[in-house]
């Protein structure tokens, strides 16, 4: 008795165990994959933190933040199913025993503050995604330990369409993702936030205190230089930097700060508080941006001089890279510069398109969709893209469920049609072997 009530009860507790990292594994790999470059990005944070970011090909922190995502999705996937279940509790195991000890030794050392395992989904410090991890190496370890109790909700008949399906789906997500943009923007510049809101601390509150540093150069000496004491023209731009002089409230946006390239004045305010639309080419890094799509880009700074429409080209890059780009583009829009990390922040995309109104951002284009003259055909306050709202959040839920959920319950529904077919014709055929 006590022997079956000991059985059962581990067969709960490891397919508790299984849930458990089947959502977490799930929806770690689904972000990821949502936001390739933003995983990206905290590869490459990491890879600086450790020095070892010169040594690491360029292509590197993209190419493992695609697989990553893939490895994670997929696995949690295979977990809920029950599929597969040798080899994917031993990897899960794998990862958490890895990732477990590193993540301790991350949160003592702290070279970052925000593991990132999450994307911008979820923000956890490095202590949280330590005892994240702790809990979820236990469930790994009794799944590996028990993995014959989970109990599978296919039978092998199907489970390779699954475990297929589930490597298509997440593989197209992400490349989709990478080249227009992420399905889900948990970033505080998304379509319909008011950047001038998220800037806003409250009454009574310690701000943290910010300061930026231009790092800019003349007779071949580089110094670095304040908004109070910015040079005249005849200093060369450089680099900036953004850094934290007093700790304090953080706003969801803080390091939003415009600077006019030509002279160096703060067009921040201007450009928030304009009631008129305002075109943004954000392009972090100029001589790594995508330069085919100029005539297009150029095209559209035209429809803006039209139609009263500003528009500015912000970057973090040098004057020699501005001055290339607009040589070998024949841009004539104005250049503003911004912390790198911000313009990131921004759109993930280099060059990307926003628009704004009024502080708030109507529309976001990737460089792979801006919009064309079949689209712009008159003013702004008369097309569907300068309206906010076209597809909810709920509305992309529903949608990213359906083209994964969908076919997977048909998949399950016709195994089990399939099965239950299977089981009335032998036991038929039994019956009959029985009479004859």
Known sequence: MESK?????????????????????????????????????????????????????????FL?????????????????????????????????????????????????????????????TNWETFGKNVVLLAAAVSIFKWGNRITPLLTRRFDWLVAMYTFLYITGMALYCYRELPVFDFRPYHIGADIRRGMEIPEGVEPTVYETRFVLQKDGKKKEFTLEDYPDSTWTFVDSRTIVKKQGYEPPIRDFSIIRQEDGEDMTEEILNDDNYTFLLVAHQLRLADDSTIDLINELYDYSVEYGYKFYCLTSSSDNDIEEWQERTGAEYPFCLMDDITLKTMIRSNPGLMLLKEGVVINKWSVNNLPDEYVLTDRLDKLPLAQIGRRTFGHKVVMVLAWFVFPLLFFSMVDIIWEHSYRRKKLNFEKNKMIH
């Open 64 to 124: 493992v933040s695609v697989l990553q995502a893939m490895v994670e999705f997929c696995l949690g996937g295979y977990l809920f199913f029950g599929i597969r279940r040798r080899i994917t509790t031993l990897s899960v195991l794998i990862i958490m025993s890895v990732m477990t000890p590193l993540t301790l030794w991350l949160a003592f050392s702290n070279p970052i503050s925000d593991c990132g395992c999450f994307g911008d989904a979820v923000t956890l």
């Open 5 to 61: 009530r000991l059985h059962s009860i581990i067969g709960i507790w490891t397919n508790i165990c299984r849930f458990l990292l089947a959502v977490v594994f799930i929806f770690s790999g689904f972000v990821k994959a949502v936001d390739p470059l933003g995983t990206q990005y905290k590869i490459q944070d990491y890879l600086e933190a450790f020095g070892l970011a010169s040594l690491i090909p360029a292509f590197l922190p």
